[in-house]
């Protein structure tokens, strides 16, 4: 390692193994894009070894704060593109992963699946900030004083977007027929 200033290997490979999948799933879930997904995690832990000092506090916020900032700027990229066949790729592709469906009745499996999958399209349909201060402060359990670092905006902002996120999906849930309590 170059001047002592970048990661050990190990502690890269614990890093990588901790939060790597977390990190993916993350960026997956703004993009929609697994290839760009992919890319950009990859990305992340070359910064990590190169960037990242060893003495840094939250190792896990810098790793999703520089992800969401390589993602951001990938995205502007390809905004300035041509919008073609990829763009509608991008779009129609879903959210993969396990559902967290319990062992139980078909029925019951079948109503939790149909919640699950509601669910996932409601979060889906809110604009990218909403849908990634959910995902941060509910999925990848970060405080909305982390979330809001990450996202590079005050902790007021954070809040309020938190809020209004909320509201938004328990209203696209409730005209679905769900009942949110």
Same mark, same amino acid.
């Given at each position: 390692m170059?001047?002592?200033?970048?990661?050990?290997k190990?502690?890269?490979?614990?890093?990588?193994?901790r939060?790597?999948?977390?990190?993916?799933?993350?960026?997956?879930?703004?993009?929609?894009?697994?290839?760009?997904?992919?890319?950009?995690?990859q *990305?992340v832990?070359c910064? $990590?070894l190169i %960037? =990242?000092?060893?003495?840094?506090?939250?190792?896990?916020a810098w790793? #999703?704060?520089?992800?969401r900032?390589?993602?951001?700027n990938e995205?502007?990229?390809?905004?300035?593109?041509?919008y073609s066949?990829?763009?509608?790729?991008?779009e129609?592709?879903?959210?993969?992963g396990?559902?967290?469906?319990?062992?139980?009745?078909?029925?019951?499996q079948?109503?939790?699946?149909e919640?699950? *999958?509601m669910?996932k399209? $409601?979060?889906? %349909? =809110?604009d990218?900030?909403?849908?990634?201060?959910?995902?941060l402060? #509910?999925?990848?359990q970060?405080?909305?004083?982390e979330?809001?670092?990450?996202?590079?905006?005050?902790?007021?902002?954070?809040?309020?977007l938190s809020?209004?996120?909320k509201r938004?999906?328990?209203?696209i849930?409730?005209?679905?027929?769900?009942?949110?309590?």
């Amino acid at each position: 390692m170059r001047g002592g200033e970048g990661l050990e290997k190990e502690l890269l490979e614990e890093l990588y193994h901790r939060y790597g999948q977390d990190i993916y799933r993350y960026l997956y879930t703004i993009c929609r894009n697994r290839d760009m997904a992919e890319d950009i995690m990859q *990305d992340v832990f070359c910064k $990590a070894l190169i %960037s =990242l000092p060893s003495s840094h506090v939250n190792a896990r916020a810098w790793l #999703y704060m520089v992800g969401r900032n390589l993602l951001l700027n990938e995205m502007k990229k390809q905004k300035r593109q041509i919008y073609s066949e990829d763009l509608e790729k991008r779009e129609t592709g879903g959210m993969e992963g396990p559902d967290g469906i319990s062992d139980g009745n078909p029925e019951e499996q079948a109503l939790k699946k149909e919640e699950s *999958d509601m669910l996932k399209h $409601a979060i889906l %349909s =809110l604009d990218t900030r909403k849908r990634e201060i959910l995902i941060l402060s #509910y999925f990848e359990q970060f405080t909305l004083k982390e979330a809001a670092v990450i996202m590079g905006i005050s902790y007021e902002n954070a809040r309020i977007l938190s809020m209004r996120a909320k509201r938004e999906l328990r209203r696209i849930m409730e005209v679905n027929g769900y009942e949110i309590l």
